[in-house]
């Protein structure tokens, strides 16, 4: 695809930001369906994962940690790389269309203890920053706690009725279950995109 975007370019440098115009609508198909597959603010997959504190891990944490933006649960970005770009060359395949889940604690509840055959951090965590509730008041603090490894993997994956045995527990299948019509849609857009490249080589041969 990245060949064929730079001949569109040489047809026509602005036809560029129509397409990508034309690919981020294709792109809501599959948006809208992760987003309906993510729990809301107000639903965290696990008690413990409520906000509490200003862990960036929190569910529908309003904290993005340091140098970062805030992302609610249910963030879901629409990226069309510029395949210009160095690190984009590079790659064998650019993508034209990619989506990225805007937030941490979506992303560990989606493919948190999922790494097949790793026996998984034993012990205790690092040492981070939490907010203790003392005297009805919120006071920051140190701690850290003991893990069980897998354990809250598995209630991740019990939780509010997800039962997927794959790598991903809501993205990748909500990402399938749009998959028949985007590549309907992005069939049918390169088609035009096609026939448009030919259209305007045949004129200028």
Request: aromatic share 6%.
């Amino acid at each position: 695809m990245d060949e064929v975007l730079k001949v569109i370019r040489d047809i026509d440098s602005k036809w560029i930001g129509a397409i990508r115009k034309d690919f981020r609508k294709i792109g809501k198909i599959a948006q809208k369906e992760v987003v309906n597959a993510i729990p809301g603010k107000g639903s965290p997959p696990l008690s413990g994962m409520k906000q509490v504190h200003f862990g960036r891990l929190a569910w529908g944490t309003n904290y993005g940690g340091a140098g970062t933006k805030p992302r609610p649960a249910k963030s879901v970005l629409i990226q069309t790389p510029n395949t210009r770009k160095k690190k984009y060359r590079e790659l064998e395949k650019a993508p034209v269309l990619r989506l990225q889940i805007g937030s941490p604690a979506t992303v560990l509840l989606d493919m948190g203890g999922r790494v097949f055959g790793s026996k998984g951090r034993k012990g205790l965590t690092p040492v981070y920053d939490y907010m203790y509730t003392i005297g009805g008041q919120k006071v920051p603090g140190k701690r850290q706690h003991r893990v069980v490894p897998f354990v809250f993997a598995k209630g991740f994956s019990q939780a509010r009725g997800i039962r997927s045995r794959n790598a991903s527990r809501i993205v990748y299948p909500a990402v399938e279950r749009a998959m028949p019509r985007v590549t309907r849609e992005m069939s049918d857009t390169i088609s035009t995109i096609n026939t448009r490249i030919n259209q305007e080589l045949l004129r200028k041969s």
